[in-house]
């Protein structure tokens, strides 16, 4: 969640050279202290959660046969990254799954230790860290049934070794979700123009229009990498109400469910489908509850 994954790639998905980019990093650190401040910088943050929670609790669920009632998620292992203050790892942690939240800026980590202490049963599920992806590849080979990535990858400098790092880490048909923004002039003009330097909803700079996925690129690199691109969505942020909806159009805000092939045979970005299966495939993925 605005948190920043910098990936300094010495030779082909090398996993041992990453760095983050120490400008970003200050810019977050200023701003570590105000991820639980509900009408501050992270507002929109907070009000997702509104949708993706159960865009995220629902699709788990329609892939499960094990419901445990009041603690849904009980059992699956999360990793969040780019977790930021524990915005997202915390209603997870609460439908019972065993979260982790990794970040690079490690006052995000203790913001996110000290918000969740104050729940005993939080303080059991959820363990964060810092750290960037690639560093904990190596240690958690195939280890979580699930990775959220929910605004982060518009801050990764080589997003396809990001996905091949996420393969990594999730077991064999494990899934992942992503949110993020698409690349059009309406993102430019309403989520780096209005949206940070007029109306403020987050913080001036947060973005760079150039480094938003457009999701058919999103899709194309998960297909290639051994992802099953099951839902695209489009999201929409109302600015006067604060609230999240989900929409057809993916022209600004989009979520992305894929689930990592079961073989270790890759596929490849010729199988990725035609524009009208993914239109088809992006009908509404949950509503909010």
Not at 130 to 148: R, Y
Not at 167 to 177: A, T
């Amino acid at each position: 969640q605005l948190s920043l994954f910098r990936f300094t790639v010495k030779r082909p998905f090398s996993t041992s050279h990453s760095s983050v980019d120490s400008k970003e990093i200050k810019k977050f650190q200023l701003l570590a202290h105000k991820w639980w401040d509900e009408e501050g910088e992270y507002a929109a943050l907070h009000s997702m959660n509104d949708i993706r929670v159960p865009f995220i609790r629902d699709t788990l669920l329609s892939m499960s046969s094990n419901y445990h009632l009041g603690n849904p998620l009980s059992g699956i292992k999360i990793l969040d990254v780019g977790c930021g203050g524990g915005l997202l790892s915390e209603p997870l942690g609460r439908l019972g799954a065993s979260v982790t939240g990794i970040d690079p800026v490690e006052d995000n980590i203790r913001t996110a230790d000290q918000h969740k202490s104050f729940d005993p049963v939080l303080a059991e599920r959820i363990q964060y860290k810092s750290s960037s992806l690639e560093e904990i590849v190596e240690e958690s080979m195939e280890t979580f049934d699930v990775i959220v990535a929910s605004e982060v990858v518009e801050h990764v400098a080589d997003l396809e070794t990001f996905i091949k790092c996420c393969s990594q880490v999730l077991k064999p048909e494990g899934s992942l979700f992503i949110t993020t923004i698409n690349k059009t002039q309406l993102s430019y003009v309403l989520g780096i123009v209005v949206a940070e330097k007029i109306m403020g909803i987050v913080p001036e700079g947060t973005h760079e229009w150039e480094k938003f996925v457009p999701p058919e690129e999103l899709e194309r690199l998960l297909e290639s990498n051994g992802f099953s691109v099951k839902t695209v969505s489009g999201m929409l942020y109302n600015p006067l109400s604060g609230s999240w909806s989900w929409m057809e159009s993916r022209s600004l805000n989009y979520a992305v469910h894929a689930v990592k092939s079961g073989a270790p045979a890759q596929s490849h970005a010729t199988d990725t489908l035609p524009e009208t299966d993914i239109q088809q495939r992006s009908a509404t993925a949950g509503t909010a509850g």
